[in-house]
């Protein structure tokens, strides 16, 4: 009789650690589906602003008569080419050596948003956190003139945040670059055209 009274009071015992195993790993397993879908619903925020892009590429909605050639940013000590640069597949196209101008932006010079982004590299457009408000950024276009813009405003953004892709009333231009931990962020500077 003792021995069987010892064996349920074991058995007892033994329920509890097991209990509160079962029930970490499903807490740990909720958090991890919680992470899980909160990034598949930003994948999808940013797919669809890929493809509103698209969409406005494919309608030729492109008029590159006053298309960024070169940009020069004094803070960085960097001149760089500008090329096209267009969203195919959900994909964006990044120069490797450059900056890209979002084809479906503004034109420089003109009302609108002039949207020009670009690797987060040494050679690129690595260290644009410098750049502070009231620095000046230097663009030319295909005419050769250049066009001269004072940065107002510099923020991080998710990558789903694509409001700062919008046409405006003023005459603007907008760069940005990869930032956070593994490229989750984008670090975002915009000036408006000065006289």
């Given at each position: 009789?003792?021995t ?13 650690p ?9 807490l ?10 909160s990034?598949?619903?930003q ?11 698209e ?16 940009i020069?940013?004094?803070q ?13 597949d959900?994909?964006?196209k990044?120069?490797?050596t450059g900056?890209s ?14 949207v020009?982004?670009?690797?987060n ?24 003139k ?8 510099r ?8 409001e700062?892709?919008?046409?405006t009333?003023?005459s ?5 670059t ?12 915009v ?5």
């Amino acid at each position: 009789m003792y021995t069987k009274v010892y064996k349920s009071k074991k058995s007892k015992r033994n329920f509890w650690p097991r209990l509160n195993i079962v029930l970490a790993v499903a807490l740990i397993l909720a958090g991890s589906g919680l992470i899980f879908l909160s990034t598949l619903d930003q994948v999808k925020s940013y797919e669809m602003g890929s493809q509103k892009i698209e969409k406005e590429v494919a309608a030729g909605q492109s008029d590159l008569v006053k298309k960024p050639v070169k940009i020069f940013v004094p803070q960085i000590n960097r001149t760089l080419d500008v090329s096209d640069g267009f969203i195919k597949d959900g994909r964006w196209k990044v120069a490797k050596t450059g900056v890209s101008y979002l084809t479906t932006s503004g034109h420089v010079g003109k009302v609108g948003n002039a949207v020009l982004y670009g690797h987060n590299t040494q050679g690129i457009l690595g260290g644009l956190w410098r750049v502070q408000i009231g620095d000046i950024v230097e663009v030319t276009a295909e005419s050769g003139k250049v066009y001269k813009y004072e940065i107002f405003e510099r923020k991080e953004v998710k990558p789903n945040q694509v409001e700062i892709l919008d046409q405006t009333q003023d005459s603007r231009l907008t760069i940005y670059t990869c930032s956070g931990f593994l490229d989750t962020a984008r670090f975002v500077i915009v000036g408006r055209l000065v006289d």
